[in-house]
């Protein structure tokens, strides 16, 4: 039985700061005060979160350019059978509408899940008053909509189904959960505005901004994500960007190497590497992706961070590549197409062979 380098790379390494809940990270009880009060100080920063991806993550669909600019949009669904309409009511909202055998069944879209990096799955309200994913996707590699990721495999067999996948509770509170900051009540539904802002990641912020308006600098009540090392960051990133497993569970291990579709999943990915673990602290997600926008640390993705430790003298056991000087992503964390329509990038950093084998 083939044993992975990256078993020894994770045992024992994993040490220091660990979240014994990440969900809920920061120890300050505040209610939220909104990212507009943040942006009150944070001005620059929450101009360009405004504009991140994170923050629009989850929006409603008739604001969507990407989707309004494509309607009516009509599709023939070859699993079901069933004809796909995705057009604005008279009343001006999005529905999509399943036809067959003469009978016609539709849903109102109320939300969209996605920023449009990759794609936006919008989520609606079925005539009955369940919620259901839409099974219609906008993907950016086709600029155009095609089968939700998933929907293929379904065999839809009341027409209410061809519109798309019932969801559960639990399936809303995971949902929304990873797509909106408030806390998520046991109905599922966002309490505190939609796509990931300012307090999701540093806690709510009503009393670090009275904490600030009183002149306690000492104490600003508000949690710094800026100060976790490598492991306990990638655990806060992980809640929605998969969670890393722990160093002694190797059988999680195992099954993150093994399974493609956890390229999908960056923070379980980026613990595999010997890069994280032989760092001091472990490589911090921030060290190349700004929390605050799309951006990507350093000359041409990623080069900078890379070169802090692989240059000549800086460190005796850390080797410099023999082939290119530049470019280290587009080799070492090489793109996967592990869905429909959809490439990521795999952050297991390593020297990538045939077969995927580190």
């Excluded at 969900?23 to 990212?35: K, P, Q």
Aim: glycine content about 10%; hydrophobic content about 30%; some cysteine.
């Amino acid at each position: 039985m083939r044993v992975s380098v990256a078993y020894f790379a994770l045992a024992g390494s994993l040490v220091g700061q660990t979240l014994s809940n990440p969900e809920h990270f920061w120890r300050e009880n505040s209610a939220y005060a909104g990212a507009r009060a943040c942006s009150t100080c944070h001005a620059d920063i929450g101009k360009r979160q405004e504009a991140s991806s994170h923050a629009r993550s989850l929006r409603p669909p008739a604001e969507i350019p990407e989707i309004a600019s494509r309607l009516p949009f009509e599709m023939r669904d070859k699993t079901s059978g069933a004809t796909l309409l995705l057009r604005r009511s008279d009343d001006g909202n999005l529905e999509l509408v399943a036809q067959k055998a003469g009978a016609e069944d539709r849903m109102t879209l109320e939300w969209a899940f996605g920023s449009g990096t990759k794609g936006i799955t919008p989520v609606g309200l079925r005539e009955s008053g369940e919620l259901a994913e839409s099974r219609l996707t906008w993907y950016r590699s086709l600029e155009n909509f095609d089968l939700t990721t998933g929907a293929a495999k379904l065999d839809p067999r009341a027409l209410s189904e061809n519109l798309g996948r019932p969801l559960s509770k639990d399936d809303l509170v995971q949902c929304f959960g990873c797509h909106s900051t408030g806390e998520i009540p046991q109905a599922g539904l966002p309490s505190n505005g939609m796509g990931i802002r300012c307090e999701r990641c540093h806690g709510p912020g009503q009393e670090h901004v009275r904490a600030m308006q009183q002149g306690h600098a000492g104490d600003k009540k508000i949690f710094h994500p800026g100060k976790l090392e490598g492991f306990a960051l990638a655990q806060m990133c992980g809640v929605c960007h998969g969670r890393p497993p722990e160093d002694t569970d190797l059988a999680t291990i195992r099954m993150i190497q093994e399974a493609p579709n956890t390229v999908r999943f960056p923070s379980q990915r980026l613990v595999l590497s010997r890069c994280f673990n032989e760092s001091d602290g472990g490589i911090r997600c921030t060290a190349c992706h700004d929390p605050h926008s799309d951006g990507v640390r350093g000359l041409r993705g990623g080069d900078t961070a890379c070169g802090e430790c692989h240059q000549k003298g800086l460190r005796a056991r850390v080797k410099t590549c023999p082939v290119a000087k530049s470019g280290c992503v587009s080799c070492h964390m090489p793109k996967e197409q592990v869905m429909a329509h959809s490439s990521f990038t795999d952050h297991w950093i390593r020297v990538v062979r045939s077969g995927r084998q580190p």
